[in-house]
């Protein structure tokens, strides 16, 4: 039965989109659930019905369907269209029940909220369903063949469609002509092409959709809301009064259970909304997803073995017409006989679906599906219920006529007998199979809660030693703790498996428990929710603490590895600069040249020592770790003392290199100074400006005293004061007599040695002053 209603929603449902694409000038959809997965075809719906330009994605890929699928709800929900339980996945999933519900959610808000909101607001009433059965009923009240109490059952036979119409246009047909046709299928027929060729409506139902037991009332609803658009749509304040006293329909109709007999089961949904898992909105998939626990309550009633029921109750509301045609007629054997077959035959079939059945499975995912499979074969039952009723009473009239002969009316009482003993022990085995279903179903969906609890408390066990542990101290330690999470993280959605087993719960309670029940299981399943959802939030959010952990101890331990190898380096080739015993003149400007490059060197490498600082600061204002903390600070200490120490060694080999030139300084020529004068000042203003153009500013940094020796000062404070003085000399020199003569005879040498010794002086001091 639920598979024919979605066979017939998705029928009617498709006609309805493609109508509406008609008018919009969009290309029609073949099939509903496939066609919607993109969710481009169904922003092509909304744009037509909001008139607003929704843009979709470019892509083919399922983030892309994802994408306009949530952009097609967002639109809905901006509209207030009820969207209860319907996700995105849902839709590109190509889920059928609730695909068939979002556009049922759009039907009726477009197609029924919509065309009734006027006349709602005048008439002050906000159900459409009431207004709409009052303009049925008003409409149709002076066709004596005619009774409309709901949106299923009374229109099958097609009179109420043809009187709908007739009321408004009399003008089409001849009532009476409809009336005398003999079947419903062509009474539909013609009611939907009058409707389709003389007032413009599509034709989204066959005949055979409305021609049958119980048709779709969302179907009926949605067709009845077209004929009331194009039609005069005055309801009177007494109409409406009218559908408010008719007698209620009873709370489980056939389109959600069954009501077999007066003492079978029934049932009635209840869903109940839990915390829902933690959803990160800036992921594109959040790793675990949220629910919604939906459960059935099932209602149970005494003894199913009890004796058989009188006949009287035997006969439904929608088999009157079958019962009344053979009331009314002349009862005879032949017609008896014809109609004890033809349930015989059906009774037949049904214990052999019963049979078929098999046995209930152990595993709960399947016995839900044999428990709905069951249910559905229960409302079979029902639709047929009246039909055994009927034979019965038949069998009873017929016998009572008196115009039987003896052994017909001993056959006709064995019939009845066994008809009535076996439609009996078709109902208790039912019965048997639904209270089996029943039982298995609670234990097993019982045995998961309880695993599920056992679980949530290993783990939330779990994750608070995991949260005591401090991370770290070391990032080794940091990894392991990381994989560790991992691991968590693949049990969560392992887990996930189970949680989805208890979505859709069916609930077995009885008549005298049923709400202490269903509000205890409730709560259980709240809590449980609440649980889980924490569980998967914490997770979240340790996982991204450890990845920025994680990638900033990196990065601290690479810059510490490079600096400290660089430091190491620098020590070396200190350690390898000579500073004594120099062969030649060259070799002294080599090792000058070497120091003042690796004065540079320390000067750009500055900016590292801050960038440390900072990496250190920025981990462990994350980390909040005392033994990391001091850790790394010892860390820094450490390459703060290597610093100081290969400065100091810079200090000492300019020193050292200084009184070795001041015994050499004659020797050193003019070009020879000037081009490694020239050499060294050029590599270092490349080597410093090269530095601050690649790297920011430092941060502030811990002031460091370097110490100089007091030797050296006074050395350089000497060697200056010899400088000046030569410049004075030379001075006097330029301006003397004896200058005079050297000109006029053109003899310099001696002037050229002075001037040399100048020289000399002057590269020293630069060099010294570069290194220190």
Request: with cysteine.
């Amino acid at each position: 039965m639920e598979d024919e209603r979605e066979d017939v929603q998705k029928k009617t449902f498709t006609k309805w989109v493609n109508a509406q694409f008609s008018k919009f000038g969009k290309q029609h959809i073949e099939n509903l659930f496939s066609d919607l997965q993109d969710g481009r075809r169904l922003l092509d719906l909304l744009e037509g019905l909001t008139g607003q330009k929704l843009p979709k994605e470019k892509g083919s890929t399922r983030v892309h369907a994802l994408n306009n699928v949530n952009k097609a709800l967002r639109v809905l929900q901006n509209n207030n269209v009820d969207l209860v339980n319907i996700g995105s996945t849902d839709i590109v999933d190509g889920n059928h029940k609730l695909t068939l519900g979002l556009i049922w959610n759009i039907i009726l808000h477009w197609q029924v909220k919509n065309v009734m909101k006027n006349i709602m607001a005048g008439l002050q009433q906000t159900n459409s369903e009431k207004i709409l059965l009052s303009w049925v009923r008003q409409s149709t009240r002076n066709y004596p063949q005619v009774n409309v109490i709901n949106f299923t059952t009374s229109w099958s036979d097609g009179l109420a469609l043809n009187a709908l119409i007739h009321s408004h246009r009399p003008d089409l047909f001849d009532w009476n002509s409809v009336v005398c046709q003999q079947s419903a299928t062509q009474r539909l027929e013609h009611a939907f092409n009058i409707a389709r060729y003389q007032l413009g409506i599509e034709k989204l139902l066959d005949p055979e959709d409305v021609d049958t037991t119980y048709p779709d009332k969302k179907s009926i609803l949605m067709y009845i809301t077209s004929l009331f658009q194009v039609l005069p749509q005055q309801v009177s304040i007494e109409a409406i009064q009218e559908v408010e006293m008719l007698p209620r329909p009873p709370k489980v109709t056939k389109e959600e259970h069954f009501q077999l007999h007066h003492q079978m089961h029934y049932s009635q949904q209840i869903t109940v909304s839990l915390a829902q898992g933690y959803e990160r909105t800036s992921s594109p998939k959040p790793r675990f997803k949220s629910y919604a626990y939906t459960q059935a309550a099932y209602v149970t009633t005494s003894d199913p073995t009890r004796s058989p029921f009188p006949s009287q109750h035997l006969e439904a509301p929608e088999d009157k017409s079958f019962g009344s045609s053979l009331m009314e007629s002349e009862v005879n054997l032949d017609r008896y006989q014809t109609a004890l077959e033809e349930v015989l035959s059906w009774l037949l079939s049904a214990e052999d679906t019963l049979q078929a059945q098999g046995e209930i499975s152990n595993d709960v995912e399947v016995v839900k599906d044999q428990f709905h499979t069951h249910e559905g074969y229960m409302m079979d039952l029902t639709a047929h219920q009246g039909r055994v009723g009927n034979i019965l009473q038949l069998g009873s009239k017929l016998i009572g006529t008196g115009k039987l002969s003896e052994d017909e009316e001993t056959e006709v009482q064995e019939q009845m007998n066994l008809l009535n003993s076996r439609w009996e022990c078709l109902r208790v085995a039912s019965m048997e199979k639904q209270s089996n279903l029943h039982r298995v179903l609670m234990d097993l969906q019982n045995q998961k809660l309880k695993e599920l609890n056992d679980w949530l408390t290993k783990t939330e066990e779990r994750t608070r030693k995991m949260e005591e542990e401090p991370l770290g101290p070391d990032l080794e330690d940091l990894k392991r703790q990381v994989q560790q999470h991992k691991v968590l993280q693949e049990d969560l959605e392992q887990e996930q498996v189970r949680v989805n087993s208890l979505t859709h719960m069916v609930v077995v309670v009885d008549e005298s428990s049923g709400d202490h029940a269903t509000a205890a299981l409730e709560e259980q399943l709240k809590v449980l929710g609440d649980r889980w959802a924490n569980i998967c939030r914490w997770t979240e959010d340790r996982w991204v603490l450890l990845q920025d952990i994680l990638l900033k101890w990196q990065r601290l331990t690479e810059e510490q590895c490079l600096f400290s190898a660089w430091l190491s380096e620098k020590e070396d080739a200190v350690n390898k600069i000579h500073t004594t015993g120099f062969k030649d003149q060259n070799e002294m400007l080599s090792s000058l040249q070497k120091l003042a490059v690796l004065k540079a060197d320390l000067e750009k490498k500055k900016q590292s020592m801050g960038k440390l600082y900072s990496l250190k600061q920025d981990l462990l204002s994350t980390l909040k770790n005392k033994s990391v903390t001091q850790k790394t600070e010892a860390w820094l200490d450490n390459f703060a003392r290597c610093w100081d120490n290969l400065v100091q060694k810079l200090e000492k080999s300019t020193a050292q290199i200084s009184q070795a030139v001041t015994t050499t300084q004659p020797s050193l020529t003019q070009t020879t100074v000037m081009e490694t004068v020239t050499t060294v000042t050029t590599r270092e203003q490349i080597l410093v400006k090269h530095a601050q153009e690649e790297l920011p500013p430092p941060p502030p940094q811990k002031k460091r005293q370097i110490t100089v020796d007091s030797e050296i000062r006074k050395r350089l404070d000497v060697d200056i004061t010899e400088l000046h003085s030569w410049i004075t000399r030379s001075e006097a020199v330029l301006q003397s007599p004896e200058f005079a003569i050297f000109r006029k005879e053109g003899n310099f040498s001696d002037l050229k040695e002075k001037v040399n010794v100048g020289y000399a002086l002057i590269f020293i001091s630069v060099l010294i002053l570069c290194c220190l």
